[in-house]
């Protein structure tokens, strides 16, 4: 994950996207939303991908878009590079499984943009058959924050 956060960093800066701009854009919006994390996580670790919310298609556009930025502006992003071989296999999979007229194979067809986490899986040499969908877990949503337990803790110290 830090990879991908500094290399997408490089790439808006190399593009004139000030690092504080590209840094807010991540705190208050892609990683403050609780359907990029937690939803996405869930519908990979359940290995559900539908209803389709963005499609595989979409995403390899998008990753192709990245690569092409990056090509063009000497931005060497080797995870975006990987995530976007995955997403030509998935759209290459859902294709195939399209034209067979089957759900069968690593994507299924028709399937969300995460899909491609069944191509981890397979490589990995793990099953992809569907399972139920985890709930959050109950310490996290119950647990203090790092800063307010930070916090809470420098005032104990303090009276």
Known sequence: ????????LALAEKAG?????????????LFSSPVILQG???MIAAHRYTPVGFSAENGLKDATLVAQTAAALGVPMPVADIV???MARLVA?????ASAGSGTGT???GEDWAAMAKCVSVDAGLPTETLPVPAPPAAAAAAPSAAAAGGAAAAAGKS
């Not at 994950?1 to 997408?8: G, P, Y």
């Not at 000030?18 to 919006?29: M, Q």
Request: proline residues 3%; hydrophobic residues 35%; without cysteine.
């Open 93 to 97: 999979e859902q294709a195939e499984a």
């Open 84 to 86: 976007k071989g995955r």
């Open 1 to 8: 994950m830090m990879e991908m956060v500094a290399e997408s």
């Open 17 to 29: 996207v000030p690092r504080d701009a590209a840094y807010d854009l991540y705190y208050n919006g």
């Open 40 to 42: 996405y996580a869930r």
């Open 107 to 109: 994507s299924g067809g």
